[in-house]
């Protein structure tokens, strides 16, 4: 299983960034998965997660504000992100639970300026 991630990079706050993990060797159908992001310092934190039924559910940080989604017929996973606050600044990494295992991503670095 291989997850990569891309879209990351600066931005202004107020700003938006579109992330999206694209997956081999797992079926996104049947995977629960999910966005954590790392800032430093901090530990790893689930950002919104989305489950093989397509619920979603998002950190109190980030609701109203960002949007998790997948395409299963392209295998990827994205995560639109918009009024981007400097808090935001943090390593972003895509996360899938396939058959009972968890698979991370290598992440993709998110800087978002004052």
């Known amino acids: 299983v291989q997850l990569v991630e891309s879209g990351g990079g600066l931005v202004q706050a107020g700003g938006s960034l579109r992330l999206s993990c694209v997956g081999s060797?797992?079926?996104?159908?049947?995977?629960?998965m999910g966005w954590h992001r790392q800032a430093p310092g901090k530990q790893r934190e689930l950002v919104a997660s989305?489950?093989?039924?397509?619920?979603?559910n998002y950190a109190d940080s980030v609701k109203g504000r960002f949007t998790i989604s997948r395409d299963n017929a392209k295998n990827t996973m994205y995560l639109q992100m918009n009024s981007l606050k400097p808090e935001d600044t943090a390593v972003y990494y895509c996360?899938?639970?396939?058959?009972?295992?968890?698979?991370w991503g290598q992440g993709t670095q998110v800087t978002v300026s004052s």
């Open positions: 996360y899938a639970n396939f058959l009972l295992r968890g698979y």
């Open positions: 060797g797992v079926t996104f159908s049947s995977a629960n």
């Open positions: 989305i489950v093989s039924g397509g619920s979603t």
